[in-house]
């Protein structure tokens, strides 16, 4: 091949090469402008996945009770049981510990003045260790004389627990001066002392703040409430 005809042909040569890598080049540029859409696009993706996560644990983490007791609150409002005139709460906190019958009682006595409980009781009382638990206790008021299985009833109907010996004598502790304003009647726990199917109670009397078991088959009056 000649000279002069050699140069163009490598010019002509060159010049595609650089086009080429041109071309190269400029598809490279757009592929990592494509990669970076892309990682932005995962990245996005990543945060709200991220977020639906967090909401879901959060979710997850959220109390069942929360939304039951709103709904159990609801239910004594409507049916006009619910009693708000302690401290003005619908809803009062009782915080359980494990705590032996001794340890209870102890408490109990120490917990707010003059105190008086009845030896028998004190004697006989079934009684469980309990565990430790945050308890939403409400006061149940149905303004109407009412016997104990009625008002048993009533409370399941209405979502509420009635509290037991264990349950009872711990909220006196946490809530002494409750036991002042109105007599409040424990039903969840039922057993025989003296002969007498009984249910235990915490009022107020000339002897002090009173823990005592009143027979269960009676007819509870106006002024009894009835925490759970």
Do not use: C
Request: hydrophobic letters at 35%.
């Amino acid at each position: 091949m000649e000279q002069p005809h050699r140069e163009v042909f490598e010019k002509l040569v060159e010049k595609q090469e650089m086009e080429r890598q041109d071309l190269v080049n400029e598809a490279h540029k757009e592929a990592l402008k494509e990669n970076a859409a892309i990682d932005e696009h995962e990245a996005k993706i990543r945060e709200l996945k991220g977020h639906k996560e967090e909401k879901e644990e959060k979710e997850e983490k959220t109390p069942e009770y929360s939304t039951n007791l709103t709904e159990t609150i609801s239910r004594l409002r409507d049916a006009g049981y619910l009693d708000t005139s302690f401290e003005g709460k619908e809803v009062h906190e009782l915080i359980m510990r494990p705590l032996t019958k001794e340890e209870a009682l102890d408490e109990y006595r120490n917990s707010g003045g003059k105190t008086w409980i009845w030896d028998e009781l004190e004697k006989n009382m079934p009684y469980t260790t309990p565990t430790a638990e945050k308890l939403e206790v409400m006061i149940v008021n149905f303004g109407k004389n009412i016997g104990s299985d009625e008002a048993i009833a009533e409370m399941d109907k209405l979502g509420v627990r009635p509290l037991t010996y264990e349950d009872l004598i711990q909220y006196g502790i946490a809530h002494p001066d409750h036991q002042k304003y109105n007599a409040l009647i424990g039903l969840g726990t039922k057993h025989t002392l003296g002969g007498v199917l009984r249910a235990p109670y915490l009022m107020f009397g000339v002897v002090g703040r009173m823990l005592g078991a009143a027979a269960r088959g009676r007819v509870w009056g106006g002024w009894d409430r009835f925490p759970g």
